[in-house]
Every structure is written in C-alpha cells, then in structure tokens.
C-alpha cells in the first residue's frame, strides 16, 4: 500500500474538489497508475481531478505547502511513465480529464482555446464542424488529452507540413509550483516581449508546472486529399522519392509513412478490416497523402505526374492511388495495425528515435545487423515517418523464444540501437519523451553540461521538487 497522507491533508484536498473530484480506493486507482503498456504499475494514495483552474490552483499550493509530490495526468497514454507516480515519489496525482472545455473559437485568427482534459479527437472533430483542420493527429487521438499532448511535444503523422504539438501552440495557461496562475492564452503569432515561457512547458513532462490551458493554432479544412500506398524498389529509394514529392507537390506533402513488409503481414494476421492494397510482396512501402485549401486545385494533375516519375526513375516498383476517402482510409488502417498488431506476436522492444533524414536507411541497416547478432531470431519492425526522420524500431521476440527471456534483454538492446543513433547525430526520443523510462539513457548520452542547465532550469521553477519527481531529468 501507498504512504498513507494525513487525514487533514485528505479532508482539505476534498474540500477544494468535493468527493467528486477525489479517489482514494486503489482498486479505482489502479487504471490511474499502470502504464499503457503494462509494464508498470506505480502508487499513489489519492487521484485529484479538479474541475477549474482555480481548484487546480489550490491543491497545487496545498501540496505546496504540505511538501507533497504531484504527477500531473492527462489520458495516461503515454509510452515512457511520464504520468506516473511510483513508491519512492511519494505523489499525488492530478488528474485533468474533468477541465475539458472548449472555451473560444475564433475563425477569423484560426486559433481555438481549450482546456487541458480536452480529448485531442474532440479539439479535431470541433475543429472540422468550423472548416478548420487542428493537424496534430496520433495512434491515441481518441483518449489522449491535449494537455499530456503539449506537456510531451506530441508528433504524430502531419508534423512533416504542420510541425510537432510545439509548432501548434500560441499561448498557455499554467499553475506553477507554488499555486499560482500564470495567464499566457495569447492568441499570437508574434510577441517579442520577453522569454518564451510557454515554450518551456511544452515538453516539460509536468516537471515545471500544470498546463490547464491552450490557444491552438488552426488552419483551414482540406477540400481536395491525394493518398497512394506505394511498394519502394528498395530502402534507399524512400530519400529521392521524399526529395521529389518535396519538389513536386510542395507544402500540399502532409505525410510520409515508412511500412515494413512483417508490418503489412502482422496487420493481415491479427487485424480486423485490414487488406492488402498491393499484388505481391515488397521489402517496403510508402504511405503518403497530401492536401489542397481548396477544390478544383492543381493538386491531383501534380501528384499524377509525381508517381509518373517515380516509376520512370524505377524507385516504386507497383502502387496504389485511392480512389476515394473509403480507400485512403484502409490505407491508413495498415498504417494504425502496424502498431497494434505487434503485440499478439509476443514481446516488442520499442524505440521512439530521430536521426537525419538523409540516414534513415544507413541507421535502419546498420541496427538490424547489430540487434541480430546480439539475439539471432530477433524481428526488427522499423516503421514510421520519414519526412521528420522519425523511426520507430520496435523489435519482436524471435518465434518461440519465451517472453520474458526476450523482455528481460530491453536495456542491452537499447545500448546497442541508441549507440548507433548517437553515432549518426540522433536523438534517443523523438516524440515520446523521456519520462521515467529513459532517464538514466538521457543521462549517459547527453553531456553534462545539457543535464546541468536543464537542471537549473528545474530548481528554478520548482526548487521544492514537487513536481513530477524523477522524471524527464535526473535529481
């Protein structure tokens, strides 16, 4: 059991968010403190789900006061346990999903402002009933929670054209260490009147304050879309046909997926509705879309000319181009079961890494033949988005191998892919974080220096440590 909290610190929480607003039973709170992918269960003797920003005001300087731990919480959809408290922090969590209202919409600046429980498929689907598009759009869109969204920098598909959450942001709303409101819902796209404060937050894992509040920055609603589903000659040929489309299509280009051929075969075996689009068999293939503001544009004569070329210049070897939304979204269902559909096939070791475009294929060859020689049998599943540089190379346990064996070589084969991202100029997280996860890998590979100015960056804002302990940096 947890560290019991005292009564009158419990009496007082209940007293700003009611009952509620307050869970103290762990059967309840067991959904609260186990990692998406079960590999943790934390603790914690109480989830506060205030319902204002003022409410999360007070029990952060309750807590303040009282030296007691918060791990603010959005959807906990998180992949690194950044949303989650564990024995030796001693926390409360906070959790946002009661603050989700969407509080403005304004057209005419294409900025809406939402709170921080917000589920990102609503903020999407809100967005689209105003012809606007919110771009941001990732596998947990339907429970995760903008806040959690902003606090990790969220990716996602469209970051090649829109950028990552951090692009998407104009002004925040946060409740610092102390209890206190920091108004910054500026709905601008210019403001040169001091730091960036809000750019601090975003990213921050809940480690410098709560975001209860965002202007998001809106565009306008896609009339015409291109989605082709493409078999590449070889790994190599995903660079010129990238270069191209860049070329060719322009900022219309909104994604770029890289598939594995065993992605397409996992998704044919364990998924539901899923078809392949493609006669025959290939190594790899592309996914892309691309989109226009407006109908009767020049976008699908340019994108019919783009994939005549690619296959005069023999880089994709068959192809698909949908017909329809009914045949672009099949397409994107691959996509989504690539994900989903590596967990019947036993245990998957997952990397979340970014390195050059330019050497996706060198890094993606090269830890293929690194992890299989440390664990032969071993299936790398290297998929993801291409045109930020962004791969994700989950790796499934060789057939018959039992799973915990496998699971229990995580750290060795992190060693081995992070040495050969950092070799190439890479990063070790792309667009999951760092969380509790990756603490001690952010420590050996970033210098000293970088670990003690973020550190300094930490005590600033947070001399108590009271917010989200052991997470993103080490103590």
Request: hydrophobic share 40%; glycine share 8%.
């Amino acid at each position: 059991m947890p560290k019991k909290l005292p009564n009158d610190f419990l009496s007082s929480l209940e007293q700003i968010v009611s009952n509620k607003g307050m869970i103290t039973e762990q059967t309840e709170i067991r959904p609260y403190v186990t990692e998406q992918r079960g590999r943790f269960v934390g603790e914690t003797a109480c989830v506060v789900k205030p319902a204002t920003t003022e409410e999360v005001s007070a029990v952060v300087k309750l807590c303040s006061d009282n030296n007691i731990a918060i791990v603010p919480q959005g959807g906990n959809t998180g992949l690194v346990s950044g949303g989650i408290p564990f024995a030796e922090d001693k926390a409360i969590i906070i959790n946002l999903s009661r603050m989700n209202t969407i509080r403005d919409l304004d057209p005419i600046n294409n900025t809406m402002t939402v709170e921080a429980g917000c589920i990102l498929q609503t903020i999407q689907d809100h967005a689209a009933n105003n012809d606007r598009l919110f771009p941001l759009s990732l596998g947990a869109e339907g429970t995760c929670e903008i806040g959690g969204n902003i606090a990790s920098n969220a990716g996602g598909i469209n970051v090649i054209r829109y950028g990552n959450t951090r692009a998407l942001i104009l002004g925040l709303e946060v409740v610092t260490p102390t209890g206190e409101v920091w108004d910054g819902l500026r709905a601008l796209r210019k403001d040169n009147t001091g730091y960036d404060l809000k750019q601090l937050y975003i990213g921050s894992e809940g480690t410098l304050g709560v975001i209860t509040a965002a202007v998001l920055k809106l565009f306008p609603s896609p009339k015409e879309q291109q989605t082709a589903f493409l078999a590449l000659n070889s790994l190599e040929d995903a660079l010129p046909l990238l270069n191209m489309a860049q070329s060719m299509i322009g900022d219309a280009l909104t994604s770029f997926e890289l598939i594995p051929r065993i992605g397409i075969d996992f998704s044919l075996q364990h998924g539901h509705g899923v078809i392949d689009p493609i006669e025959g068999e290939y190594d790899w293939y592309i996914l892309m879309e691309a989109s226009a503001g407006t109908n009767n544009s020049a976008l699908p004569d340019l994108f019919e000319k783009y994939l005549e070329k690619t296959f005069e210049e023999q880089w994709v070897l068959d192809g698909v181009l949908a017909q329809n939304k009914a045949q672009s979204d099949s397409f994107w269902l691959i996509r989504e079961n690539v994900t989903l559909c590596q967990k019947p096939e036993g245990g998957s070791i997952k990397h979340d890494i970014a390195v050059p475009v330019s050497s996706i294929p060198t890094f993606i060859k090269r830890a293929n033949i690194a992890v299989e020689k440390l664990i032969p049998g071993i299936r790398p599943h290297p998929f993801g988005h291409v045109g930020d540089g962004n791969i994700h190379y989950n790796l499934s346990q060789p057939v018959g191998m039992d799973k915990q064996e496998y699971l229990n070589r995580w750290e060795d084969v992190n060693r081995v892919v992070h040495d050969i991202v950092i070799d190439l100029k890479g990063s070790i997280s792309a667009e999951h974080g760092i969380g509790r996860v990756k603490v001690e890998e952010n420590v050996h590979y970033k210098s000293p220096l970088e670990i003690k100015l973020m550190q300094q960056v930490k005590r600033s804002f947070d001399p108590q440590n009271i917010m989200n302990p052991g997470k993103l940096i080490p103590e």
